[in-house]
């Protein structure tokens, strides 16, 4: 049972870089608070948290204001 375990976290990661190289450059979307409505971010990223957790930040098209998504995307390749 662990080993299943393990080969299943070990395919969605390995399927979440691959997924994020292919797609790499595509708009997050995200909900601007300026806005008041979700658009797709600039410049998003995906970073590491001081908790561990993954989060998206980047930057609203059309306003220029900071947007934050928690959680990496899947169009994003994960840090190191």
Aim: hydrophobic letters at 50%; charged letters at 20%.
């Amino acid at each position: 049972m662990r080993l299943a375990a393990v080969l299943v976290v070990l395919g969605a990661v390995a399927g979440f870089a691959l997924a994020g190289l292919l797609i790499k450059g595509l708009g997050v979307e995200a909900y601007c608070v300026k806005c008041r409505e979700k658009r797709q971010m600039q410049d998003a990223q995906v970073i590491k948290m001081k908790n561990g957790r993954l989060a998206t930040p980047g930057i609203c098209p059309e306003c220029g204001t900071q947007m934050f998504r928690m959680g990496a995307s899947s169009l994003l390749v994960p840090p190191a």
